[in-house]
C-alpha cells in the first residue's frame, strides 16, 4: 500500500473553506447565487462552501475533463451539461484544483456565452507553477507546490476522493 503524506489538514480545509464562504456572503451581499460545480473533483468542496455561505446559493452541476490518468491531455470533452439556464444569474464555478488553466479558460468562456450576469471563479487548490493559460480566479483556497495530490474529492484513478484532508502519495 502507498504511504499518503498530509498536505493540508481537515482542520485547516475547514478554516479555510468558511472564510471563503464569509468573503463570498459579503461580496455577493443578500444576492443569490449559483454554485456551478465540477464533477467530480469539487463536490466536497462545493458542499462544505454552500453550507457555510448564509444566503441564497443554488447548486448546479457541470462535468468536463482533460485528464487521463495523473496527465492533461490539453483536449476538454463536455461530460455533463448544465440543468438550467445561468442567464442573468450571479455565477461561482467551484474548482477542486487549477493546473494549467486550460479547461477552467474553456469553461468560463463557454459559460459566459449563457449569458450570466457575472462569472466568478473558486478554487480550492492552486498550481500556479504550472499554469499555461491565464486564469482569474477570485477565490483562491491554498496555493500548493506542483506535486500531485488526492483526497477530499482529488483522485488518483478513482481513488482516494473519500479522504477528509488534501495528501501526496510518497
Partial sequence: MEEIKVLISEEELNKRITEIAKQIEKDYDGKEITLICILKGSVFFTVELAKHINGDARLEFIRVSSYEGENSTGEIKMKLDLKDSIQGKDVIVVEDI???GRTLSYLIEYLNMK?????????????PSRRVVDVDVDYVGFQIPDKFV??????ADE?????PYIGVIE
Wanted: with cysteine.
Fill in 115 to 127: 449569458k450570466p450576469n457575472s462569472v466568478k471563479l473558486c478554487t480550492l487548490l492552486d498550481k
Fill in 98 to 100: 487549477i493546473d494549467t
Fill in 150 to 155: 488526492i483526497g477530499y474529492g482529488l483522485d
Fill in 159 to 163: 481513488k482516494y476522493r473519500n479522504l
